[in-house]
């Protein structure tokens, strides 16, 4: 007796997928992932990476994510924007570039002589949280961030009128923070529009303080945009979207795009779980040295990018505070 058996060969899913260079030819071209890292001087350490998303690889299509970082040695103030663009959007990659390098120009002007900002900051922790105290630093911050952000919508927009295209061509998330060590502890501050996710993370005390809320949309994949003009026409709701906390430490300030958050949390409400960020904690530190000193960091949080997850192929950029 003669019997036939059919056997079926599933591939491995990660060998279905290609990645083809970004062509240099491109409108605004921006290479297929960045690092970033600055050393600790005394404080913190920041490292970050930006990868292009397998399902942007697997067409030859740019990174539409970007970042910016910076701090000042002499005044302690650090600066730390990330975006990510409307994968919709055709000139999103571009978007995201000027949000970050606008609101990183503007913060590192206004905060080169910081003394006012900083001595309210100071009156607002040693006379205890009151309104007048928090509304003076919050008048403050918002010359500083709520403007960076202001900035960066109004230097877009002139970027697509130049262009002759819409404003909703460049349409990007933005996620900024600044933040200094004082006698103290850490003040630390934060805008945010759109997805992804801005976090203080306290691994020994295990604490979070989330420096904001994502934005959804109706829809699954939807979400709010720096680019869109009703951002800015609600006054009360754009104060809102500023954040400011006082912390003595923490082990990581995180800044993320969606193409982390999204794999790592699954939902905005697992945001607000502490052990979901000891999880996320613990998933880096199998593969990166989150040491002061350990300059191949950036390498190694690239590579880390590169985690599978079925079904979450985005651009993927994390910056971390540590």
């Not at 650090?78 to 503007?106: F, M, N, P, Q």
């Not at 002007?109 to 607002?124: A, G, H, R, T, V």
């Amino acid at each position: 007796m003669e019997r036939v058996f059919h056997i079926a060969i599933n591939p491995d899913p990660r060998s279905l997928w290609k990645s083809i260079p970004t062509s240099t030819d491109i409108e605004y071209y921006k290479a297929d992932s960045a690092t970033f890292f600055i050393p600790s001087q005394g404080e913190k350490a920041l490292v970050v990476a930006s990868q292009r998303g397998r399902s942007h690889g697997h067409e030859g299509k740019p990174r539409d994510d970007d970042f910016k970082m910076d701090y000042n040695q002499d005044t302690k103030w650090y600066v730390l924007a990330v975006a990510d663009g409307a994968g919709s959007a055709k000139y999103s990659r571009e978007g995201s570039r000027i949000a970050c390098e606008t609101v990183v120009a503007h913060c590192k002007e206004c905060l080169n002589s910081p003394d006012d900002f900083e001595e309210y900051i100071k009156i607002y922790k040693q006379d205890g949280e009151s309104v007048d105290n928090r509304k003076y630093v919050g008048d403050n911050l918002w010359s500083i961030v709520g403007n960076a952000a202001f900035k960066a919508h109004r230097a877009i927009k002139e970027e697509a009128n130049a262009k002759g295209a819409q404003l909703k061509d460049y349409a990007t998330t933005l996620l900024l923070t600044i933040c200094k060590k004082f006698d103290f502890g850490w003040f630390v501050a934060s805008f945010w529009v759109g997805d992804g996710a801005i976090c203080i993370y306290d691994k020994e005390n295990s604490r979070i303080n989330l420096m904001g809320t994502p934005d959804g949309g109706e829809y699954a994949g939807q979400t709010r945009f720096l680019t869109m003009p009703e951002i800015f026409s609600d006054a009360a709701a754009l104060y809102g979207r500023l954040k400011f906390a006082i912390v003595n430490d923490f082990s990581g300030l995180f800044l993320m795009t969606d193409g982390v958050s999204d794999p790592m949390f699954e939902t905005d409400a697992n945001l607000n779980r502490v052990e979901m960020w000891d999880n996320l904690w613990e998933n880096l530190d199998k593969e990166v040295d989150l040491s002061n000193k350990n300059e191949q960091v950036q390498e190694r949080l690239l590579n880390w990018l590169d985690f599978w997850s079925p079904g979450n192929h985005d651009d993927r950029t994390i910056a971390i505070l540590y």
